[in-house]
C-alpha cells in the first residue's frame, strides 16, 4: 500500500501564510466537484508572492478596508486579513472561486468577504469605503487596460488611498502602467523575491505611504 504524502508537501509557507498548493487533497476535491472551472483562477500566482512580500514594507492600517479585484485564491488579502486585521473583500467575476478562497483563508485562520461580480461594475460611493485597491495578476488581455484604468482612476477620485496592481510584466500591463504613470503618478516598483521560488515581479503603485 503506498503511505500518504505528509500534507506539508502540498503547502507553500511564505511570511507566515500557508497556501495551499493544487496537489492538495482538500483542492482537488474542490477541482473533482467544480467541472469546467475557469482557468484564470485555478491555481497560486507567483505574483501574489511578490506582493505579499511588498506589502510587508508598505504597511496599511489596521483594520483598513481593502478591496482585492480579481481576487483568484485571494493570498495577498489572506496576508493582511491575518497581519492587519484587515477588512478584505475579494471580488472576482467567477462565482467558482469562492470555495478555494474560503479553505485558503479557513487553513490562516482568518476570513475573507467574497462578492462575484466584474471590477466594471464598481461604483463611486462603494470605492469610496476602501482604504486599499489591489489586484495580481488581472491586465492579461489588451481589452483590459482601459477598464482598469478608469476604474483606478475612479477608486482615486473615490479617495481610495492606495493602488497596488502586481503582474509578471505582461504588455497589456505596461500599456495600463504608462497612462498610469502618465496621468496618475503612478510609480512601477520592481520586486525581486527569492523563496518559494526566486522570481521577479512589477507592481504599479499609486498613493499609501508618503
Known amino acids: 500500500m503506498k503511505k500518504p504524502q505528509p500534507l506539508d508537501k502540498h503547502l507553500i509557507s511564505f511570511m507566515g501564510i500557508n497556501a495551499l498548493r493544487s496537489s492538495h487533497p482538500g483542492v482537488r476535491q474542490l477541482k473533482r466537484q467544480q467541472q469546467g472551472h475557469s482557468a484564470h483562477g485555478n491555481k497560486v500566482w507567483r505574483s501574489s508572492f511578490v506582493l505579499m512580500d511588498y506589502l510587508s514594507s508598505w504597511e496599511i492600517p489596521e483594520r483598513a478596508k481593502v478591496l482585492d479585484i480579481g481576487c483568484g485564491w485571494g493570498l495577498a488579502g489572506i496576508y493582511l486579513a491575518k497581519n492587519y486585521q484587515a477588512q478584505v473583500t475579494g471580488l472576482d467575476i467567477d462565482e ?15 476570513f475573507i468577504e467574497f462578492t462575484a461580480r466584474s471590477f466594471q461594475s464598481l461604483q463611486k460611493s462603494e470605492l469610496a469605503n476602501y482604504h486599499t485597491l489591489m489586484g495580481t495578476d488581472i491586465c492579461f488581455w489588451d481589452e483590459m487596460t482601459s477598464p482598469l484604468f478608469d476604474l483606478i482612476a475612479l477608486a482615486r477620485s473615490a479617495g481610495t488611498e492606495q493602488i497596488l496592481i502586481a503582474d509578471p510584466g505582461r504588455p497589456p500591463f505596461w500599456d495600463l502602467a504608462e497612462r498610469c504613470v502618465a496621468e496618475l503618478g503612478a510609480e512601477i516598483i520592481t520586486r525581486r523575491i527569492y523563496e518559494p521560488w526566486k522570481t521577479e515581479k512589477f507592481i504599479l503603485a499609486i498613493g499609501g505611504r508618503d
Open 96 to 110: 467558482k472561486v469562492q470555495p478555494y478562497l474560503n479553505l485558503q483563508a479557513e487553513i490562516n485562520h482568518c
